[in-house]
């Protein structure tokens, strides 16, 4: 891995100037609907699969979009996964299903296909063309290799979980789009490494 986790929290921080607060609004927006649809009774389980699975894209692509350049996060993004509602769900709903029978297996599997899986939204957004197990799959072959990368990245984190603990959840609205977006950090620099990587395999 050619950048230091602390590089990559730096610039996930960075690209988070001046957007901190628009990035807590979504979080509130996104977990307010998505605690909203699953409360409701008898179909609240039902809708939350319909629901929070194209909402939960959105979340990571206006943050990804942050992490791009995007001059202030636009809250319309939270419901871009409407937009392409069956290929957004589908590919979510089925990576949950994958995740869910290797989790029966044992717990440490599924916790492996989970990073396996985790750059599936970003893939969805970037390459229209695949869906369903075509993102899956091109997620895995991104994380061959880098899975314990983003596993120790991620435990970096510990001490933001911990504020959050602290401060009664309140901390959660500005440090899940601080991890998440260390996260795309992490599929960025992953990207440009395996574009290099391309040309001097076809030779």
Same mark, same amino acid.
């Given at each position: 891995m050619r950048k230091k986790y602390s590089e990559l929290r730096e610039e996930a921080s960075k690209s988070l100037d001046g957007k901190w607060m628009m990035a807590a609004l979504a979080t509130l927006i996104y977990i307010v609907i998505a605690a909203g649809v699953s409360s409701i009774p008898f179909i609240g389980t039902v809708l939350a699969f319909l629901i929070g699975y194209p909402l939960v894209y959105g979340y990571y692509i206006l943050l990804l979009d942050g992490f791009r350049g995007a001059e202030k996060l636009e809250l319309g993004t939270l419901f871009e996964g409407f937009k392409d509602y069956g290929r957004i769900f589908g590919t979510m709903f089925l990576m949950f299903i994958y995740l869910f029978l290797w989790t029966l297996l044992l717990v440490i599997p599924g916790i492996i296909?989970?990073?396996? %899986?985790?750059? +599936?939204?970003? =893939?969805?957004?970037? $390459?229209?063309?695949?869906?369903?197990?075509?993102?899956?799959?091109?997620?895995?072959?991104?994380?061959?290799?880098?899975?314990?990368?983003?596993?120790?990245?991620?435990?970096?984190?510990?001490?933001?979980?911990?504020?959050?603990?602290?401060?009664?959840?309140?901390?959660?609205?500005?440090?899940?789009? %601080?991890?998440? +977006?260390?996260? =795309?950090?992490?599929? $960025?620099?992953?990207?440009?490494?395996q574009a290099e990587e391309e040309p001097a395999t076809e030779m």
């Amino acid at each position: 891995m050619r950048k230091k986790y602390s590089e990559l929290r730096e610039e996930a921080s960075k690209s988070l100037d001046g957007k901190w607060m628009m990035a807590a609004l979504a979080t509130l927006i996104y977990i307010v609907i998505a605690a909203g649809v699953s409360s409701i009774p008898f179909i609240g389980t039902v809708l939350a699969f319909l629901i929070g699975y194209p909402l939960v894209y959105g979340y990571y692509i206006l943050l990804l979009d942050g992490f791009r350049g995007a001059e202030k996060l636009e809250l319309g993004t939270l419901f871009e996964g409407f937009k392409d509602y069956g290929r957004i769900f589908g590919t979510m709903f089925l990576m949950f299903i994958y995740l869910f029978l290797w989790t029966l297996l044992l717990v440490i599997p599924g916790i492996i296909k989970g990073y396996s %899986y985790a750059l +599936t939204p970003y =893939i969805l957004r970037d $390459e229209p063309q695949l869906r369903f197990n075509g993102a899956i799959e091109k997620s895995m072959r991104m994380m061959e290799g880098h899975k314990m990368d983003l596993f120790i990245l991620d435990l970096t984190f510990i001490g933001w979980g911990l504020l959050c603990i602290i401060t009664f959840g309140l901390a959660y609205f500005w440090v899940a789009p %601080y991890f998440q +977006t260390a996260r =795309i950090a992490f599929y $960025e620099m992953l990207k440009a490494e395996q574009a290099e990587e391309e040309p001097a395999t076809e030779m």
